[in-house]
Structures are given as structure tokens and as C-alpha cells.
């Protein structure tokens, strides 16, 4: 079970709680858990990644472990502690501006 912390913004949008726990077939990937994520609350399809390219959108940051994997290729596999479910994968609204 993969446990998921959504920004208040997805949060909303997709009526669910504040950490949602998705089962992912497999090793646990980013894109695995998108997908997941994504079937599970369709409302949420194309607000995290661009639905043709499957690229992260701006604004939208991917942190687990301390680590920032944002940047990370959308197959790399997830942190140890995120696979066992004792560390959530948080998913970040960024800000910019001044």
C-alpha cells in the first residue's frame, strides 16, 4: 500500500482526504502511483502531469524521503520506506511570484 499526501488544492478537487493509501502493481514507480492516483480520482487526470506527454506539470512538486524527485524519470522506482508504506510519497503545490 502506497500512502499519498495531496496538496489542499487536489485535495478538494478529488474529494478525498489528506493522505490516500493506493494499492500499485509491481515496483512501485512515480508514474505507477499517478496512475493509480489518477484512476482512482479521474477528476485529478492531467492536473499533476500534461495528459498528452505525461510530463510533471510547473507547479507541481514530488517528495518522499526528504528527497526531492520531482525531476526523477517517471519509471524510477520509488524509496524503499515509500514500497513498505511506513513514509508517504507527498505530492507539493509549488508557488511562485513575489
Known sequence: M??????PHLRNLAKAGHEVE???SGEPTLAGVLD???ARYPVLLG?????DSGRRRAFVRFY???????NAPPD???PGPV????EPLLIIG?????
Open 2 to 7: 502506497i500512502r499519498v499526501v495531496l496538496p
Open 47 to 51: 492536473t499533476m502531469r500534461d495528459r
Open 76 to 78: 524510477a522506482v520509488l
Open 36 to 38: 493509480a492516483l489518477e
Open 22 to 24: 493506493l494499492d500499485v
Open 83 to 86: 514500497a513498505a508504506g511506513r
Open 94 to 98: 509549488a508557488m511562485a511570484g513575489g
Open 64 to 70: 518522499a524521503c526528504e528527497e526531492d524527485l520531482s
